[in-house]
C-alpha cells in the first residue's frame, strides 16, 4: 500500500474498524490531536472522547472509552476498553445515564472514589450524546 | 408390582424429561458457540495489549504504582467466580470446594479473608458460609467488558487504600469444552511484568511516549486488571455452557435408558393384566358349563 494510513480500532469484543483512511483525529491525554500519513511514530494514552477518521472523503465518529494509541508513519492501531460508533448509539439510553451520573453527583461528597465514577459516567454520558448527534 | 396405569404416567414423565434436557442441551450448545467465539476476538485486543504493556515496562527502569505494592499478607481477598444457574454438571461444585479448602486454609494459618461473588451459585454456597464483601450477580448471561471494569474497580481502589493485602481469583479454567479446571490465581499485588517476557529487543519500536513512559504505565495498568478479570468472565462463561453441555447430554440419554427399562416393565405388566383377564374368562366359562 503506497498511499494512505491504515487505521485499527482493537475492542475486546471485535475491531471496531480496520482499513484505509486518510486522516483520524484522537482524543489523547494530552489533547485531541490528528495523525496523518507519515507521522513520527509514537505511543500515547487515550482518553474519554470522540474520535473520528475521514476515508474517502466521509467522517465516522466513534464514542471512545479509554486505552491507548500506537501511531508509526503509515499505521495507526488503537486499543480501547470500548467504541461506539455515532449510528449504534442509543441517545435515550445516553440521556438517561447523564441525567443518572448527574443526580449521583450532586448527592456523592467531592473527592471520593464514587464521585469521581459518577464523573466519569457523566463524561461517557456526554461524549457519546455528542458523538450520536453526529 | 406396580399397576400398568402407573408405568405409563412414568414414561410420560421421563419422555417429557427427555425433551426438556434435550432443549437445554442445545441453547448450551449455541450460547457455548457465542462464547467460544467471543474468546477468539478477544484474543488480538489482549495480545496486543501486553505486547505494549510488556516492551513499555522493559522501558522503564523501576515501576512504582499502588497495585504492585507488597505488604504482609494479613488481610485476603478472594473473587469466586462461578456461574449463576446450575445444571452444569460438577462445574460449580468443584470450584466451590476448592475455594473452601482455600478458605480453611488461610484461616487456619490465621489471615482475616473475605469473598467477593461474581455469580449467583457460589454467592448462595457461601452466604453464611463466607465473610462476602461484594457480589454480581445474575450478570453472566449478558455482560461485555463495563462488567470487567466495575469489578476490577471493586478491588482496585480498597487496595490502593491498602484495606486489604492480597487479591486472589479462583475460576474455572476452559482447558475444553468438556474440561474446565478449577485454577487459582493472585491478582494483586501484581506480578513484576516485562521483567521475564522474552521481547527481541531489536522488533521493539522506539516510539516517543506521551506524556511519558511512567505516565502510560500507570494508566496501562489497571486496564491489565480489566484484561485478566475480562478473560476469567469469559472462560467462565464458555466453560459453564460446556459444561451443561455434557450434563443434558448426559441427562438425556439416562432419560432413554429408563424410558427403555420402563417400556419393557410396562409390556410385562399389559401382558400379564391380559392374561389375568383371559384367566378370569376361561374360568367363568368353565365354571359355567360345570353348573
Redesign the interface.
Known sequence: MSEGLTLEI??????AFSGTVEEVTIP???GEFGVLRGH??????VDIGELNFTKDGRKTYFAVN???A?V?ANKV?I?I??AENSNSIDKDRARRAKENAEARLAQVAKDT?EYE?ARLALLRAVIRISVAEK | MASLKDIKRKVSAVQKTKQITRAMNMVAASKFKAAQS?ME??R???S??MD?LNS?ALRVESISHPLLAVREPKRLRIICMTSDRGLCGGFNTNLIKATERFLKEKTKEDKEISLISVGRKGRDYFRKKAKIIAQRVDVLSKF???LA?AVS?DVI?PFIKEEYDELYLIYNQFVNVSVQKPTLVRLFPLPSIGQDADIDPDTR???????SEE??LQ??LP?YV??LI?RALLETSAGENGARMAAMDNATSNCEDLIRTLTLKMNKARQAAITAELMDIVGGTEALAKG
Open positions: 482493537v475492542t475486546p469484543e471485535k475491531m489523547g491525554t494530552e513520527e511514530a509514537f505511543l500515547t494514552s479509554t486505552g491507548y500506537e508509526t492501531t486499543l476498553e470500548t472514589s465514577r | 467471543r476476538n478477544f488480538p485486543y489482549a496486543k495489549f505494549v513499555l461485555d467488558m463495563t471494569v474497580d481502589t519500536l522506539d516510539y516517543a511516549y506521551e506524556p505516565a502510560l494508566k496501562l486496564m480489566h484484561v475480562y
